[in-house]
C-alpha cells in the first residue's frame, strides 16, 4: 500500500555553469512508514540485483535494512546484457532464487507483487523503457547506474518521472565508501579520483565504468562544476580535469591498463584525505531503503544531473582535442536533442 501523498517538494531550480536552469520537482511523504515490509520488485538479472537480494533478505541483515524485501524480479526478454553471458545470467538466477526472490515472467507480474522497484539491468539504453511501467503504476524507481546510454537519455528520464510526479534515485556505490560522507565539503580544496574505466561503444565514454570515479569526485567537491577538459585518452587510460569555483580542480584517472582499483585524495584546508577502500554494496543499499521509506532522493537531482553532464563534456572535450567544454552549455545541447 502506498503512503497518501500529503506534500510535493516546491520546484527546485538551479543555476549550472553560464545559466541553464531546469526544474524538477518530486513528491515528498511525511506520514510514517508501515509496519510490514516494503516490498521491492526488480527488472533484470546482474551482479547488482543478485548482491543486493543478498544484502535485503538475509535474516540478520540489520536495523538499518530493516523494512524492505526483495520479492520478486523480472528478467526482459532480449535485454543486451552487454557484460554477462548466459551461464553467468543462470548463476545470478540461482543466488537470487536462494534469496527468496521469486522470478516472474512479466512486468506486469512484478509491478503487481511490489510496492517500489529497482532497475538492474546492466545497459543504459532500454532504461526509459523500463521505467516507464513503474512510473505509470506510480512506483519510486531506484534505477542503477548507467541511467541511460547518454546525457539526453537521462534528461529525458527526469523529465518524464518529474511530470508524473514520481521520485528516483541513482547512484555508485563508490559514493558511500566509509570516510567519504564524514568530509566537510566547504573545506575541500581539490580532489582527485580514479577507478577501473571500461568502455562501451554504444554509451558516452565514462557512463560505462567510469562514473564509479567521478561519482565520488562530486561527493567530495560538491556540484557546481563550470567546465570540463579532458586531459589524456587513449587505449590504456583517460585523465579529465573539472574546474570548479573559487581555482578548485578535481580530476578523475579512468584506468584501463595496469592495475586497477577504486580510490583517490581529498585535499581540504587543513587535511590531506585517502578515500577507504570500497568494501561491497551494504552502504548503498541503505540509502536505497532510506529512499524507499522516505521518497526522497538522498542525492539531489540536479547533482545527478551535473554528474552525467560531465562525463558528456568530457566525451566532447576529447572529441574536440582537449578543449574546455562547459557544463552548461553541455545540458542546454542535451535538452535541444529532446525537443
Given at each position: 500500500m502506498y503512503l497518501k501523498r500529503r506534500k510535493f517538494l516546491k520546484k527546485t531550480i538551479q543555476t549550472v555553469g553560464a545559466g541553464i536552469a531546469g526544474a524538477y520537482a518530486f513528491p515528498a511523504f511525511s506520514a510514517p512508514v508501515p509496519a510490514a515490509d516494503i516490498r521491492v520488485g526488480v527488472v533484470g538479472l546482474s551482479v547488482h540485483s543478485a548482491a543486493f537480494s543478498k544484502i535485503l533478505n538475509d535474516p540478520q541483515k540489520g536495523a538499518d535494512l530493516e523494512g524492505c524485501r526483495i520479492v520478486a524480479l523480472y528478467h526482459p526478454k532480449g535485454n543486451p546484457d552487454v557484460d554477462f553471458t548466459p551461464e553467468q545470467l543462470a548463476g545470478f538466477e540461482k543466488e537470487i532464487r536462494a534469496a527468496g526472490v521469486k522470478i516472474v515472467a512479466s512486468m506486469d507480474e512484478m509491478l503487481a507483487l511490489s510496492d517500489v522497484v529497482m532497475i538492474e539491468t546492466n545497459d543504459g539504453r532500454p532504461h526509459l523503457a523500463e521505467v516507464m511501467p513503474a512510473f505509470k503504476a506510480g512506483k519510486p524507481v531506484y534505477l542503477d547506474k548507467p541511467v541511460a546510454e547518454n546525457l539526453a537519455a537521462v534528461l529525458k528520464i527526469y523529465d518524464v518521472a518529474a511530470k508524473m510526479k514520481i521520485p528516483v534515485f541513482t547512484s555508485s556505490a563508490l559514493r558511500y565508501v566509509d570516510n567519504l560522507s564524514k568530509i566537510d565539503k566547504s573545506q575541500v580544496l581539490g580532489a582527485d579520483t580514479y577507478s577501473p574505466a571500461a568502455l562501451e561503444k554504444?554509451?558516452?565514454?565514462?557512463?560505462?565504468?567510469?562514473?564509479?570515479?567521478?561519482?565520488?569526485?562530486?561527493t567530495a567537491m560538491g556540484a557546481?562544476?563550470?567546465?570540463?577538459?579532458?586531459?589524456?585518452?587513449?587505449?590504456?587510460?583517460?585523465?579529465?580535469?573539472?574546474?570548479?569555483?573559487?581555482?578548485?580542480?578535481?580530476?578523475?584517472?579512468?584506468?584501463?591498463?595496469?592495475?586497477?582499483?577504486?580510490?583517490?585524495?581529498?585535499?581540504?584546508?587543513?587535511?590531506?584525505?585517502?578515500?577507504?577502500?570500497?568494501?561491497?554494496?551494504?552502504?548503498?543499499?541503505?540509502?536505497?531503503?532510506?529512499?524507499?521509506?522516505?521518497?526522497?532522493?538522498?542525492?539531489?537531482?540536479?547533482?545527478?544531473?551535473?554528474?552525467?553532464?560531465?562525463?558528456?563534456?568530457?566525451?566532447?572535450?576529447?572529441k574536440n582535442g582537449g578543449v574546455k567544454v562547459s557544463i552548461a552549455d553541455t545540458i542546454r545541447k542535451a535538452k535541444a536533442k529532446n525537443h
Open positions: 554504444s554509451h558516452t565514454d565514462l557512463f560505462w565504468y567510469g562514473i564509479h570515479a567521478v561519482e565520488p569526485l562530486f557546481g562544476c563550470k567546465e570540463v577538459m579532458q586531459v589524456q585518452h587513449s587505449d590504456g587510460e583517460d585523465v579529465v580535469a573539472g574546474f570548479w569555483d573559487r581555482d578548485r580542480v578535481g580530476t578523475v584517472r579512468g584506468i584501463r591498463n595496469g592495475k586497477r582499483g577504486f580510490g583517490g585524495t581529498v585535499f581540504t584546508e587543513k587535511d590531506i584525505i585517502t578515500l577507504d577502500t570500497f568494501t561491497g554494496y551494504r552502504s548503498l543499499v541503505v540509502h536505497i531503503v532510506g529512499f524507499f521509506k522516505t521518497k526522497v532522493p538522498p542525492v539531489p537531482v540536479e547533482e545527478t544531473i551535473e554528474i552525467y553532464a560531465f562525463m558528456e563534456a568530457a566525451m566532447e572535450s576529447r
